[in-house]
């Protein structure tokens, strides 16, 4: 540990993560480190855990509340899930376990938009934070700590949490250090000052980020990698979809409403998000630049292949090959990523000045372009709204993706009206399914909702929808026509009888 933690005042709090679960108490807040499974406590997790099932055998009550920057793991959502530790949860969860007991209702979740989070922890919104236990790779000389495969909302947990436990993780590599960019810039309003980031490729900040000594309770040491995201081969559909936006793209350069130098893209996580980036690889456009939240394997492929310079990106989230590949290349790739704070990778002020081209996938979409995100049959929570909100609303092109059908097409992922609404017609630019591509720029509801039809539906739904628009158009104001008593039927169909379709 000595190796990597330079500094005698750090080294002389080092003690197990058994001991160190000693400073969360039961009804403690805890900020996380983590973000789409990197950067994740290791040990205390996994101790907080034990700590709660024994508290619970003996009678006692014992539940914690947990932000992170995103995603995690299963030892760490899955652990705290299944050991029944956490009363609420923020931002953004993925974890089965942890799903089903939000879904039961024995976890308070809020789901928040990423960029969101940093600041409403700072205005006082969110209520006080005990803890920060953030993993790093190892502590300077000057007591700077070296950030670990995503910043997240490290950042901010180090300054406001009141007890700060650091887990060392000696398995990751050193090296990381110099990839992150720390920007210490954001003031609280009225002080704001424009964040002065003017190509996706700045760099801001620091590579380190700072914490009070006097507020680190425990040190831990830790020797275990991220968790390996899976990635499957992209599939015939994700694959259209992937060639719909690329043809896009390159009609909108040849007409002028896309500068020649492609401007930076951001990706959201899954498969389809893959296969655009996989498209990107063979496509026409070169020296392209990522801004984005979490770099997968598609953008380090890229950068690999020389197509695009370089990425930036709050977190690396990577299968185990395309991990190898990174540590092994780690300094080609340090001149190429840039790892911020969340707040910095998905601020608005930012995604709006760079001009980001936004990819997100959604779970539906209606007939108008409202987005659904998050929500199946408009009560069950499946991952969160994550960052593609930050990144749809305020980019300068937005596309939604998902296949036009979902469980063996029993389910039309193109409804007359979304069960619940993440991204309103106002933030939605781009409909695209394996069935084709909607522009809805520039048109009016009822020619979004005949585009929709036309070009998203697929042919099984396609007539059911248009004689829903139809019928609609014939009774009632014009301006968004809808059969207010008929609008959800799909969906409670789908419950009774487990299929939309009549
Ligand atoms: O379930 O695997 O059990 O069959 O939902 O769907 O098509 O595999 O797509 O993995 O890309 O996830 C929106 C959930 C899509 C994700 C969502 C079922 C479907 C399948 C997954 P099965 P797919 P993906 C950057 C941006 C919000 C956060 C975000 C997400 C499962 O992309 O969480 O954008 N996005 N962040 O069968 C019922 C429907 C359905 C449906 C799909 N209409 N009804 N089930 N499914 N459509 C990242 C971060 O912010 C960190």
Redesign the pocket.
């Known amino acids: 540990l000595a190796e990597r933690v330079r500094h005698a005042d750090f080294l002389s709090r080092s003690m197990t993560a058994e001991q160190a679960a000693q400073h969360v108490a039961h009804g403690a807040t805890v900020g996380l480190s983590g973000f789409?499974g990197a950067g994740y406590p290791k040990a205390l997790p996994q101790a907080i855990a034990a700590h709660a099932q024994s508290e619970h055998k003996a009678g006692r009550p014992y539940r914690i509340n947990v932000w992170t920057g995103?995603?995690t793991a299963p030892e760490v959502d899955g652990l705290l899930a299944a050991a029944d530790a956490m009363a609420q949860r923020l931002p953004?969860n993925?974890d089965a376990m942890a799903r089903k007991k939000i879904n039961a209702g024995e976890i308070d979740y809020i789901d928040m938009h990423?960029s969101h989070v940093a600041q409403h922890a700072w205005f006082g919104f969110l209520g006080r934070l005990d803890v920060a236990i953030i993993e790093i790779v190892g502590v300077t000389a000057d007591g700077l700590l070296i950030p670990s495969t995503a910043v997240g909302n490290n950042k901010t947990w180090l300054e406001i949490a009141d007890k700060v436990i650091l887990e060392v993780n000696t398995k990751l590599p050193l090296r990381l250090e110099g990839m992150h960019d720390i920007y210490y810039g954001t003031a609280l309003p009225p002080r704001r000052v424009p964040i002065s980031l003017t190509h996706a490729d700045n760099r801001i900040g620091e590579p380190y980020l700072q914490v009070d000594p006097r507020k680190v309770v425990a040190v831990v040491e830790t020797h275990s990698g991220d968790r390996d995201n899976v990635f499957s081969q992209p599939d015939a559909n994700s694959q259209r979809i992937a060639e719909y936006i690329i043809d896009f793209l390159a009609h909108e350069m040849k007409h002028g409403r896309l500068p020649q130098q492609m401007l930076p893209i951001q990706s959201?996580?899954?498969?389809?998000a893959n296969a655009v980036l996989a498209g990107l690889l063979h496509g026409p456009f070169d020296n392209l630049l990522g801004f984005t939240?979490?770099l997968q394997d598609g953008m380090l492929d890229l950068l690999r292949a020389g197509k695009m310079k370089r990425a930036s990106a709050t977190a690396i989230s990577l299968s185990r090959s395309a991990y190898e590949d990174f540590e092994k290349n780690i300094d080609f790739y340090r001149e190429r990523i840039i790892l911020r704070p969340q707040e910095i990778s998905n601020h608005p002020e930012l995604v709006r000045r760079l001009g980001i081209i936004a990819m997100?996938?959604?779970?539906?979409a209606d007939i108008y372009g409202n987005v659904n995100?998050?929500h199946?049959m408009g009560s069950s929570m499946?991952?969160?709204?994550?960052?593609?909100g930050d990144f749809a609303r305020n980019g300068y092109l937005s596309f939604f993706v998902?296949?036009s059908v979902?469980?063996d097409g029993k389910?039309s992922?193109i409804v007359p009206m979304c069960s619940h609404v993440d991204h309103t017609e106002h933030d939605t630019q781009i409909i695209v399914t394996e069935q084709g591509l909607a522009d809805l720029r520039g048109l009016s509801p009822r020619q979004r909702a005949q585009a929709i039809i036309d070009h998203c539906a697929h042919p099984d739904y396609r007539p059911m929808l248009q004689d829903y628009f139809d019928r609609a158009r014939q009774q009632g104001a014009q301006h968004t026509p809808h059969l207010l008593g008929e609008a959800l039927s799909w969906h409670q169909r789908c419950l009774d009888t487990g299929d939309m379709r009549k």
Request: include cysteine.
């Open positions: 789409t995103a995603s953004f993925s990423l959201g996580v899954g498969n389809v939240e979490v997100n996938s959604m779970i539906e995100s998050t199946l499946m991952n969160g709204i994550g960052g593609s998902t296949p979902a469980k389910i992922c």
